[in-house]
């Protein structure tokens, strides 16, 4: 896959870049409060978020990782997220693609923001 870095990535759709983080904006931290003991990569997601989200991040990184993230807020998916050990498996499938491609821009300061975030939420 290719990197989101390099020129020849395809430009960024700035719609739809703005609509995935208006939807990310509304819905991540509420679905993630109501889903996060039982979301198996929690990390992922929040390392992915905290990326997404960075300032520093180059906006393709940004518009790959917030497609992502859209579609884990999404409340209709392909898997509805309720069935037991299938309902997450179409969004960390479509996280972990995201993730891949854009990993040298997820810092271990973005992971340290999850594993805090997890704890406290676990707390």
Do not use: N
Request: a neutral charge; one cysteine or more.
């Amino acid at each position: 896959m290719a990197d989101p870095s390099t020129s020849d990535f395809e430009k960024v759709d700035s719609d739809k870049f703005e609509r995935d983080r208006a939807k990310v904006e509304q819905g991540f931290w509420p679905k993630l409060r109501r889903l996060a003991k039982r979301t198996p990569f929690l990390d992922e997601l929040l390392a992915a978020y905290y990326c997404a989200s960075d300032p520093a991040s180059p906006l393709k990184v940004k518009a790959v990782l917030m497609g992502a993230l859209a579609y884990f807020v999404l409340p209709l998916d392909a898997v509805p997220d309720f069935l037991a050990f299938f309902g997450f498996a179409d969004d960390a499938a479509v996280l972990y693609g995201a993730v891949k491609i854009v990993a040298k821009h997820i810092t271990p300061e973005h992971r340290a923001k999850a594993v805090a975030t997890i704890a406290k939420l676990d707390s």
